[in-house]
């Protein structure tokens, strides 16, 4: 056996809490746009205010999914969470204005407090020793026009490392439409990071080698690590859908006939009106284990769900019918945010991102990406808009918003904000 054998297998053998799914390219929309009056209700409510609703803080927010929570550091300069039910019932919490987000109070999860990809990096080829931690990964394009790019990872401290010699591709759909290749899946819990791109799956170890496994399909989009990080599911936009043991030497794809079999949790909305469909696999064998249709005043997705045991999570449009009823304090509309499912009972619960008066300044549509869930009622999520991005946490069961890593972003002259996976918590 080889020391790089032997270090696959231990890094396999401690990889961190299993995870599954990886965010839809769809996500990059404000990206690519580079739009900066990205303001377009898609509901006829609008702006109009509606009178205040009063905040009911007693029994909104349950335990419905909470079970097996891992112990939670303490929040420091705790603020009460803006909380209420809407009208058909629904729980919420809600969002500060966009540029109000470092009023919020801050939650340790082991990411850097600051993240900012202008600073000096050190090339990953330079360190010496045992691999580093790598808490996240990011893509630099390396021109304006978003043609390449170079891949960047996080240590805890916030300090980048380049990977040597690796540019990527922009990854494409049959239509010609191209987007970032990065989803949240894409780092698994060994560190390995693994990217999609046409022809083939692109695989970085912890100690910057490089390996390209081909795929048959020059339409390739996603690459998602299973929950044991074992092995990657790799999918195209003409449908199909392939695994990979990346930690064997010569390893192929091989096409995959039942697509359940992939540890993926799902989230869509349902024909029924303002309703979803949740469904989930075993975590074990990644067959299907269940699935329930719940109600909730939803009617459009901007990403592939992230998931723990007992939740699932992603961006989400509201009925602006039920939203518009909150907006107070001069705020204006409020048409999109998150949106939290539990996967065995329990009603759905949304966090809501209200607008900036002014319909100028404010957050992009499809501002708020989950990224992952902390534990087991906490999920990380990127918000986007006029300002620095964040990553925020919002906690299910009481609703607190709370603030854990600035992304430095200055709209006047970068490109887009940066893109993030996590190498922490839960993403099924």
Known sequence: MTDRD????LERASADLPEVDFASDAWADAYAAQS???RRLTTGVGAVAAAALAVGAVQIWGSDGSANRTPTPGVTA???PVTGTLADGTAYAELPLEGKESELPQLDVGLPKLIDTSRPRMMQSALRGEPPTVVGVTLEPTTPE?????????RPSGELL??????????????GNEAMPLGTRTIGGGGMVAFPQPGEVVVVDRRGEVTRFPVPSEYVQEVSWTPSNDSVVIRSDDGKVWTLDPWKPGAKAVEVVDTLATGVTGLRVAEENRSLSVTWNDLVTGKRAGQRTIGAPVYELWQRPVGSATWVASGAFFDQALTSEVIRRGNGPIYQGVVAVPLERGKAKLLLAPENPDGQEGRYKGCCTPLAWWNASTVLLQTNGSHPSWILAWNVDTGQVSKVTRIAYDPKTDV??????LNIGWRY
């Open 6 to 9: 032997l270090t696959g297998l």
């Open 36 to 38: 900066r009056r990205r």
């Open 78 to 80: 705790t603020t009460p």
């Open 146 to 154: 978003l043609k390449a790019y170079r891949v960047l990872l996080i």
């Open 162 to 175: 380049e990977v040597d010699g690796l540019t990527l591709k922009p990854v494409r759909d049959t239509g």
């Open 416 to 421: 887009a904000p940066p893109r993030l996976a």
